[in-house]
């Protein structure tokens, strides 16, 4: 079974340039998540898709950051403009069934390899 | 908001201990929590994922036990192996949100 698929892996580029994430989750997961992680910090969650719909975006900077999922299947996660601060790995992660489902395999959150960004 | 803290922060133990992870939660109103591991350069690999009813589950040398009322979790880790170097991190998902909450992880050191 293909894992989480992410492009680009390592991306750089000054501040106040724009740079987009594309996602592709696992074949059939209705849930993608979008996680924003920096250096030395555990991962947190940027936005949530259950099929195409948001269900929580409530920490993502949306005067500068955007995301959908078109379909839904793929992601597409965009900065515009980039800060310094925004450096760090942006890891997409998909889950089969969505919240409140309590069967267990369904409910393993799958990550991909992350796309690293450094802004200078 | 659900707040999630991982001790030790780093660990240094030489091949053959068996160590143990200690993750606690503040809201203990989850229905699962999972257990990561994360190696340089790298995105999450899921090792192991417990159910809110479920007091532990085991995998290989795994072994991951869960007490939700009092919010803890621990990962325990029999003869560790240089191969286990790596950070864990803990993720409870929680009822009232809908993501996994991370902490800051453990990073695991383990010498030949």
């Known amino acids: 079974e293909a894992g989480v698929a992410q492009s680009p892996r390592y991306k750089i580029i000054e501040k106040r340039q724009s740079v987009a994430f594309w996602c592709n989750p696992i074949?059939?997961?209705?849930?993608l998540y979008w996680y924003q992680q920096i250096l030395g910090q555990g991962p947190k969650l940027l936005i949530q898709?259950?099929?195409?719909?948001?269900?929580?975006d409530s920490q993502l900077p949306k005067d500068r950051f955007s995301a959908e999922r078109l379909k839904g299947v793929d992601s597409t996660l965009k900065i515009q403009p980039a800060k310094l601060e925004d450096s760090a790995v942006y890891l997409c992660?998909?889950?089969?069934?969505?919240?409140?489902?309590?069967?267990?395999?369904?409910?393993?959150?799958?990550f991909g390899e992350g796309s690293w960004l450094t802004v200078v | 908001k659900q707040e999630v803290t991982q001790i030790p922060a780093a660990l240094s133990v030489p091949e053959g201990e068996n160590l143990v992870l200690n993750c606690s939660f503040t809201?203990?109103?989850?229905?699962?929590l999972q257990w990561f591991r994360q190696d340089p350069g790298k995105g999450l690999t899921s090792l192991l994922l417990i159910q809110s009813s479920q007091r532990e589950q085991t995998s290989g040398r795994l072994n991951a036990s869960l007490d939700k009322s009092s919010g803890r979790s621990t990962l325990y880790i029999a003869a560790s192996q240089p191969g286990d170097s790596a950070t864990y991190l803990c993720a409870p998902h929680s009822n009232s949100g809908y993501a996994l909450n991370f902490g800051k992880g453990t990073s695991l050191l383990v010498t030949p």
């Open positions: 074949s059939g997961h209705a849930t």
């Open positions: 809201d203990s109103a989850i229905y699962n």
């Open positions: 898709f259950q099929n195409n719909g948001v269900v929580d």
């Open positions: 992660a998909s889950s089969l069934l969505g919240p409140g489902f309590s069967e267990s395999s369904g409910n393993t959150i799958y």
